[in-house]
């Protein structure tokens, strides 16, 4: 069992800047693939940012490729997401996301956007973007 507690939402004018964690426990952290998804209502949820678990590939929106970055420390069980430039249509509920990628295998960059492929998911965090 898995637990995910993101944290570092709130509210932000345009043009600045937050960054999201995330805390991970109950199991090796360093074996999960980690994901940032975001939803808004009525909207299905959304791939923001994925991270592997060892060697840190990651993969991106590419509407939010060079203002989100996402990282993971595996020694703290923590990922994050800083959010630069934010605007208003990146407000959203942000939630955390793990799977267990197996050792050896190679998953394709659009593995990692597929919300069904993670297994554990966090509570989310609000993002609210003001013009």
């Known amino acids: 069992q898995v637990q995910l507690v993101e944290s570092g939402g709130g509210l932000v004018q345009a043009g600045g800047s937050l960054r999201l964690s995330c805390a991970a426990s109950g199991r090796t952290f360093s074996s999960d693939a980690m994901g940032w998804f975001r939803q808004v209502p009525g909207k299905e949820r959304e791939f923001v940012a994925a991270?592997?678990?060892?060697?840190?590939?990651?993969y991106y929106a590419d509407s939010l490729k060079g203002r989100f970055t996402i990282s993971r420390d595996n020694a703290k069980n923590t990922l994050n997401l800083q959010m630069n430039s934010l605007k208003p249509e990146d407000t959203a509920v942000y939630y955390c996301?793990?799977?267990?990628?197996?050792?050896?295998?190679?998953?394709?960059?659009?593995?990692?956007?597929?919300?069904?492929?993670?297994?554990?998911w966090g509570q989310g965090t609000q993002v609210t973007v003001s013009s």
């Open positions: 991270i592997s678990r060892i060697r840190g590939f990651t």
């Open positions: 996301a793990a799977f267990r990628s197996s050792p050896g295998t190679s998953y394709s960059g659009s593995y990692y956007r597929r919300p069904e492929y993670y297994d554990y």
